[in-house]
């Protein structure tokens, strides 16, 4: 009998010495807590198991189950009492003491020992079944209570580790973030002072420019007054054709170079829109139709109108002349909670993924005459409102520019649908 003890007090030791535990092998080391539980007080089957909020699972056994055992209701079985009085438990025959549950089928004799935490309390068992009756020695529960409290702290341990883990990950997600809204806070800067500078260039440049080209306008426009013969006009057409595109293009330069000091009022985007379509005329428009569906609210945003104007009937003209006479382009306004979207469909050709890329670059254009200035400037406009400007074009949708604002506020619906077609 001395020896006998002699060699369990020996042999726990060993085992609890060979326990070695990592971060995300806790599957391992609590099979390796149930395997020396059954070594050491000749047990026929372990579990350590947990219970959260009424239910436990067990996390590892000291045979291969072959099969993953998912949650079981603890109340009122032989576990449940563990973790409800916190106390060990001994049935020597679960057949002829019935008090507590039954217990698997096969086994007789049970023994519950509590995994106890210092600050979370009973978080779970470490379970001992034998298939015959038998009685447990004060040495057999001790020694299973050592590995109980192993067993806990290594839990206890493993949650502190994934709480950290995720915790880390949330910390190096913000990190992330701020350092992404850093970097482009700081690129927002540098092309800021970037488009100051060449404002202030361009502005110069421009004035030593339009004044010749005034004076060179002025004499063609005279010129134009003569009686010249054919050939002679046709030049005379072309010249002042390419000195009026130069002016517009300095103009343009000046528009997109110099800062957009914005006059910014509350303006109802229902309103507005409708406002722009009834009173509409361009060329481009010529026998094409627009459909119109204000949002469901009047939501209301803060900018500039005149600004916005020009945004809208860019984008607009730039959706007449990608459709043929007699379609339809679509136009609506969608709301969610803090932002609002103009969306400008067309149903024209579509647009390749490496030209959408450079739609809104400086100086690039898919038209001959085009100064590719039209829609750089449309995105400063809108970016200066704190918007974004969106262009996607699919087989499945068409072109769609969306140009996507803050939302000031709400107010109850008012018109639905305007269809217009332009004469």
Known sequence: MFDDFYWRQRRTIEVLSSLSHRNGELSEYLKEIACGVNELISIDWSVVTICQQGFGKVLASSIDLGREIGTYSVHGQLSGTVIETGRSLIVEDTKCCTEYGQAPEGYQAYLGIPLRTSHSGVIGTICSFHKEPRTFSPSEVNIVELFAERAATAIDNYHLYKQQQQFNELLEAEVAQRTEELKAAQAQLVEQERLAAIGEFAACIIHE??????????????????????????????????????????????????????????????????????????????????????????????????????????????????????????????????????????????????????????????????????????????????????IISNFEQGTIVSIILPMLGSVPPSNLQIINKVK
Request: charged fraction near 20%.
């Open 209 to 390: 420019i339009r004044n010749p080209l005034t004076t060179m306008k002025m004499g063609l426009n005279y010129f134009n007054k003569l009686d010249l013969n054919d050939a002679a006009k046709l030049r005379l057409s072309l010249a002042l054709d390419e000195g009026n595109r130069l002016e517009r293009l300095l103009q343009e330069i000046l528009l997109y170079a110099k800062p957009q000091a914005l006059q910014v009022a509350p303006i109802c985007l229902n309103e507005f829109v409708t406002c722009l379509i009834e009173f509409l005329h361009m060329p481009e428009a010529e026998g094409r139709y627009i459909k119109f569906t204000p949002a469901s609210t009047n939501v209301h945003v803060l900018g500039d109108k005149d600004k916005l104007k020009q945004v809208l009937i860019n984008i607009i003209r730039n959706a007449y002349e990608a459709v043929a006479v007699e379609d339809t382009i679509k136009l609506d306004i969608v709301s969610n909670i803090n932002q609002v979207t103009i969306n400008v469909y067309n149903g024209g050709a579509i647009i390749e993924p490496e030209v959408l890329s450079k739609l809104t670059q400086p100086f690039y254009s898919t038209k001959p005459d085009g100064t590719g200035l039209g829609l750089a400037i449309t995105k400063r406009i809108v970016e200066a409102h704190g918007g974004k400007l969106v």
